[in-house]
Structures are given as C-alpha cells and as structure tokens.
C-alpha cells in the first residue's frame, strides 16, 4: 500500500495510466448524482417551506360560499399580498381567513352596506350579500396594518373575523395568502 494516500489518491495510485481517464470519469459521474440528489432534496424542502397545509374550521362562515368550513386550503407563506387576496391571519385563538381590502395609507368607508376605498366603489364579484344597515365613518388604515372582510357580510352568528370588529389588522398577524 502506499503511505499517505487514502480515498480518491489511493483509487488513482492503484490504477494505472490507462486507466486514470475512466476513473476521473467515475468520479465525476458520482460527484453529479449527489450533487443532483441534494439538488432535488433542497427543491422539494423549499416546496414543503413554503406553502402551509391548513384546515378551514367548520365555524367560519365570513368567507362562504368561497371558503366552506372543513375545506381543506393551502397557504403560501412568502406570496405578496394585494386587494382583493384572502389572507389567513393569526387570530387570539385560532387563525381565520379574511378578504383584503385595502392597506396602510388607504381611506375605506362603508355606507349602506356598500364599501368605498379612497372614495371610490369597490365591485365585489366574491361577495354576493350585502347589508344595506352596515355603515363605517372613513378611517385611514395605519402603517404596517391591513383592513380585512369576510365575503359573507350578512353572517350574524357568532365572532366577526374582520376589521368591522377588530379594527385594522397588524400586518405582523399575516401568516400567508390562501391559494
């Protein structure tokens, strides 16, 4: 044997020079398949990171007919966000869905149960119902807040999950956008 060589030394050592090409060759060959296995193995944990598999809890009717309690959703933890997005944000018990409306620096206002962001009529094709009762005095949505609600706007039956209750939302309660 010849001292100090181990590994990849003593392979080449113990070849002879024919056959030096064949082995740079096999060693380049596994060199690829871990490099192409950790390859692979970094994607799908990225994948796996990224989106957070939840459960809708049947007692949250604010977002039907979209979102039905018991579905099943995913949620992207590192998407933007814009008007018109369902967030799942964190609640003080359990996290809850709710339909963005507008952000820090909007003005939204609700009168007769129709919602105006900087003055202008929002067209909700996600929320069919619409109580003519609901009214909100203009208010300016702070910085790193949002102002969420649910597309079931007539829905009385226990807790609002949106800021006609909660007032505006802290971005940092934001855990990701349903998708």
């Not at 990224?50 to 604010?62: D, M």
């Not at 339909?99 to 929002?122: C, H, P, T, W, Y």
Request: hydrophobic share 45%; with cysteine; proline share 6%.
């Amino acid at each position: 044997m010849v001292a100090g060589l181990s590994g990849v030394g003593l392979l080449l050592a113990k070849t002879q020079a024919s056959n030096v090409g064949a082995v740079v060759s096999q060693i380049l060959s596994r060199f690829m398949f871990w490099a192409l296995l950790w390859g692979v193995l970094l994607g799908i944990m990225y994948v796996t990171a990224r989106y957070e598999y939840e459960k809708v809890e049947p007692y949250l009717k604010n977002m039907e007919p979209e979102l039905e309690g018991g579905n099943q959703i995913f949620c992207d933890t590192f998407a933007d966000y814009q008007p018109g997005d369902i967030l799942w944000l964190a609640g003080e018990k359990n996290p809850f869905p709710a339909r963005l409306l507008a952000v820090a620096g909007d003005d939204v206002s609700i009168e007769q149960g129709r919602i105006f962001i900087n003055g202008e009529k929002i067209h909700e094709l996600y929320s069919p119902t619409i109580d003519g009762n609901d009214s909100l005095a203009t208010l300016r949505v702070p910085d790193l807040h949002v102002f969420v609600l649910g597309d079931s706007r007539r829905w009385k039956q226990g807790p609002l999950y949106d800021c006609r209750l909660l007032g505006p939302v802290p971005v940092a309660r934001i855990i990701g956008t349903v998708r």
